[in-house]
């Protein structure tokens, strides 16, 4: 199925995703819409990154840093808009590719 997103009012995205079954327990403040998950797509790919580099870092210390370090990572949409980092690659909607370095 189709979900579809906004980036803005005159921008849509169209994201192939899985039907999900969902259980509505009317909690209204953990409903997410549609329109969000293009943004909450690019917050999520940010925030893991940053978390990365962090690591990565933290990691090196004070050793030398090597030329370069590249991780990838997926992200995949579900059919009620919830944003998630994948289990695999083949299973995301988007791959996220982050560089250091060379």
Same mark, same amino acid.
């Given at each position: $199925?189709?979900?579809?997103?906004?980036?803005? =009012? =005159?921008? &849509?995205?169209?994201?192939?995703?899985?039907?999900?079954?969902?259980?509505? %327990?009317?909690?209204?403040?953990?409903?997410?819409? &549609? =329109?969000?998950? $293009? %943004?909450?797509?690019?917050?999520?790919?940010? !925030?893991?990154?940053?978390?990365?580099?962090?690591?990565?870092?933290?990691?090196?210390?004070? !050793? &030398?840093?090597?030329?370069?370090?590249?991780?990838?990572?997926?992200?995949?949409?579900?059919?009620?808009?919830?944003?998630?980092?994948?289990?695999?690659?083949?299973?995301?909607?988007?791959?996220?590719?982050?560089?250091?370095?060379?």
């Amino acid at each position: $199925m189709l979900l579809e997103s906004r980036f803005s =009012d =005159d921008t &849509p995205c169209l994201i192939d995703v899985e039907a999900v079954a969902s259980i509505n %327990k009317g909690d209204a403040a953990h409903i997410i819409s &549609p =329109d969000d998950a $293009m %943004k909450n797509v690019v917050a999520l790919s940010g !925030k893991v990154a940053r978390e990365l580099a962090l690591a990565a870092a933290g990691a090196a210390g004070s !050793k &030398p840093n090597p030329a370069g370090i590249e991780l990838e990572f997926g992200v995949r949409v579900d059919s009620n808009a919830v944003v998630s980092v994948a289990r695999t690659l083949a299973d995301a909607q988007f791959a996220v590719r982050v560089r250091w370095g060379r």
